[in-house]
């Protein structure tokens, strides 16, 4: 009977303890959504306008992930000489670039998870607690069309130049007249290249995004580790 009863206070004790992790984990999860709809609505540059006539770039997102879809050549910037593959014929179908679609992220994720049924668990606790290293992946398109998850906006061309110089930053330095290094992941038209920075929740995909606009002078939210934080500040295409 008394080896019934610690039994019964065993249970009881670990019920208690298993819903007061389940209850801290809702609470840290709440507040971490309510920090970044915060962050995401504090504007940054908000005197900025978009200029009727410039270089017009793309935000894409698919919900969970954004990056900057940018042409491959302009006045201010050849993107060939960066990433030769964006000069080269895609492929799946031999069409060349007329765009390439940059995006930041964790290395793992980038490399070995195509879908969220994909992500090891060991990875994702990694990443919550640790981080991860970042990475650059690099898509081709081709006369990529405005839609709701590929809006355009406009930048003067001295914008357009710091944007540059902001995703050149990511790059680790190349010697001189070797080509950079890619490798595939596990979709077979985009690239990727070593980065500098470290992935975590705090400095997500989307914040390189954000801070990469930001860098260029676009009005966008203080902290957008969400993909809708960076979205709601870019006006979808007129119908």
Not at 60 to 66: C, D, R
Not at 125 to 146: D, M, S
Request: hydrophobic share 40%.
């Amino acid at each position: 009977m008394a080896a019934q009863t610690h039994r019964v206070v065993i249970l009881r004790q670990t019920g208690r303890i298993l819903l007061w992790l389940v209850a801290g984990l809702l609470s840290l999860v709440t507040a971490f959504l309510l920090a970044a709809w915060i962050g995401s609505s504090i504007p940054r540059n908000s005197d900025w306008t978009e200029p009727a006539d410039g270089i017009p770039i793309m935000v894409a997102s698919n919900g969970v992930h954004t990056e900057l879809v940018l042409p491959v050549v302009t006045p201010v910037k050849d993107w060939r000489t960066t990433f030769p593959s964006a000069g080269q014929p895609r492929p799946r179908d031999g069409w060349m670039p007329t765009h390439i679609a940059i995006g930041w992220g964790e290395r793992e994720v980038f490399l070995n998870t195509p879908t969220w049924g994909d992500l090891k668990l060991s990875t994702a606790i990694r990443i919550a607690t640790r981080g991860g290293e970042g990475l650059v992946r690099v898509g081709h398109y081709v006369n990529p069309q405005p839609s709701e998850y590929y809006r355009t906006i406009r930048l003067r061309p001295a914008e357009y130049a710091r944007l540059v110089d902001r995703v050149e930053t990511l790059l680790p330095p190349q010697p001189s007249g070797m080509p950079r290094r890619s490798r595939t992941g596990f979709d077979p038209t985009t690239l990727n290249y070593d980065a500098t920075g470290r992935y975590t929740l705090a400095n997500t995909c989307n914040q390189w995004t954000n801070d990469t606009l930001a860098y260029a002078g676009v009005r966008i939210g203080v902290w957008t580790p969400l993909a809708g934080g960076v979205m709601k500040w870019i006006p979808q295409p007129e119908r």
